[in-house]
């Protein structure tokens, strides 16, 4: 099992800046993916970017230049820096973890979601 908590929401002003923490209750260095999503009311949750254990990273195209992920293994702490917000921006941001095993019937994978934190960027 792994354990998600996001923090760092909050309200801004457009043009602004956050940074988003998601903490997991155990090591995230074998990890398989971590990842940051966000949904608005009445629609799907939608990836932002995601960082595999290699090191590669998948931007939406809404928010390359403007968002970056980062991870501190030390910390078990993956980081979303949310600069030159939008009011477009503004959604429940969820943190996402993926694991992946093997057993005897082959590779499986378990993902994990974090509670939550909402993100809102006044125009």
């Known amino acids: 099992q792994v354990h998600l908590v996001e923090s760092g929401g909050g309200l801004v002003q457009a043009g602004g800046s956050l940074r988003l923490s998601c903490a997991a209750s155990?090591?995230?260095?074998?990890?398989?993916?971590m990842a940051w999503y966000r949904q608005v009311p009445g629609k799907q949750r939608e990836l932002v970017v995601g960082?595999?254990?290699?090191?590669?990273?998948d931007y939406a195209d809404s928010v390359k230049g403007r968002f970056t992920i980062s991870r501190d293994n030390a910390k078990n702490t993956v980081y979303l820096q949310m600069n030159s917000l939008q009011p477009e921006d503004t959604a429940v941001y969820y943190c996402?973890?993926?694991?992946?095993?093997?057993?005897?019937?082959?590779?499986?994978?378990?993902?994990?979601w974090g509670q939550g934190t909402q993100v809102t960027v006044s125009s």
């Open positions: 996402y973890a993926e694991t992946r095993g093997a057993d005897l019937g082959g590779t499986y994978y378990q993902v994990y």
């Open positions: 155990r090591s995230i260095f074998s990890m398989n993916v």
């Open positions: 960082i595999t254990s290699g090191g590669s990273t």
